[in-house]
């Protein structure tokens, strides 16, 4: 299991609006901001100015980058999805269960049955972790 570095920068904070841009630039770049609004036009109902808006915020908070193409900009992701995945998940886990993996795994098991395929890469997972 990864320990967490001191070394790394603080995590950039994304809004979960902001989140579903970087989720269509982590898939695919550089993109312009229409081609972003289309890429999320099935899932979210959102004017190209909106998506301007959070490309624009995402731009001054460092998480993309933005390069002139005419009359244009094209964007593409500075954070990597794995660095912004670790910080949130170590976040929530945080937040909901004081920094403890054993309660999340517990609550989410009495949530909804474990598959055997689940179970067996917990398993493989403890396992790993106690080989290290």
Aim: charged share 25%.
């Amino acid at each position: 299991m990864a320990k967490k570095d001191a070394t790394l920068p603080p995590p950039i904070s994304i809004s979960d609006a902001e989140a579903l841009v970087m989720e269509v630039l982590w898939q695919r770049h550089p993109q312009g901001a229409d081609e972003i609004a289309e890429a999320l036009a099935e899932r979210q109902d959102w004017q190209l100015a909106t998506v301007k808006t959070l490309v624009n915020r995402l731009f001054t908070k460092g998480a993309i980058s933005a390069e002139k193409d005419g009359r244009r900009y094209l964007y593409s992701p500075l954070l990597r999805r794995e660095d912004w995945l670790s910080s949130q998940s170590l976040g929530l886990i945080d937040r909901l269960f004081q920094g403890r993996l054993t309660p999340l795994v517990a609550h989410f098991s009495a949530q909804r049955k474990l598959s055997a395929a689940e179970l067996k890469a917990l398993k493989q997972l403890i396992q790993d972790y106690e080989n290290d």
